[in-house]
């Protein structure tokens, strides 16, 4: 089974700081995403990478940086978190040439 | 217009009711699609791919009609575990040609005893 796995559940930080965000993959998948989650509006798209050291905007970038230094690791920045980056955020990772991602459980990150 | 757009619900259906879901996509040039599942507070797994010819999954039907840009999820015999938020999911292309998913905001059932 593939596994993905986030670093925290939840999270509460301040406007402000800086945050990080990490995912881990054990299934070698080329492939890694990072989503927020907000209701009404689904599963938006921030960042995604295809590759170690390789790196895309989503459909949402701003406010967000990724580093991806190793293959099975891909983290997600917040330089300096804002209330409107509250939210559920989703790690994702996919196999080459495959369509259906594998989620982490999420992590609940509220700013105050 | 949303890229992927379905209804919010919630249904409220009886155990062993039939239910179907639709989903209405944008893209034409969408190629695969599929559904997941989303239990409350949990992550979303992946349920079934929806193929041209349309698929079977025990008591899950999956549908495509390309000439109307819609997709369909059809459950039998519904059951309590069945409650859960189902999420439409289209392939697309990005603008620098490198696939990715666009997820609809999901329809929640809930099955009541």
């Known amino acids: 089974d593939v596994k993905v796995t986030q670093s925290s559940r939840y999270l509460v930080k301040r406007t402000g700081e800086k945050v990080f965000l990490e995912c881990v993959q054990d299934m070698d998948h080329e492939n890694m995403f990072w989503y927020r989650q907000d209701p009404g509006l689904g599963l938006r798209l921030i960042y995604f990478s295809y590759d170690v050291k390789m790196k895309e905007k989503g459909d949402i970038p701003e406010g967000y940086s990724v580093s991806r230094e190793k293959k099975e690791r891909f983290s997600l920045i917040l330089e300096s978190a804002s209330t409107n980056q509250t939210s559920m955020y989703l790690c994702?990772?996919?196999?080459?040439?495959?369509?259906?991602?594998?989620f982490g459980p999420g992590t609940r990150l509220t700013v105050t | 217009r949303k890229e992927v757009e379905q209804d919010p619900g919630p249904f409220n259906v009886p155990e062993g009711a039939t239910v179907a879901f639709n989903c209405t996509y944008s893209?034409?040039?969408?190629?695969?699609f599929f559904w997941y599942r989303q239990d409350c507070r949990k992550e979303p797994k992946l349920l079934m791919s929806v193929y041209s010819s349309g698929n079977e999954d025990g008591r899950f039907t999956a549908q495509l009609n390309r000439a109307s840009q819609y997709i369909s999820l059809l459950i039998r015999d519904s059951k309590l575990s069945d409650s859960a938020t189902y999420l439409c999911v289209v392939n697309s292309f990005m603008d620098t040609g490198r696939r990715a998913l666009t997820f609809g905001s999901g329809t929640r059932l809930q099955v009541q005893p």
């Open positions: 893209n034409s040039a969408s190629q695969s």
């Open positions: 994702a990772s996919r196999g080459r040439g495959r369509y259906e991602q594998y």
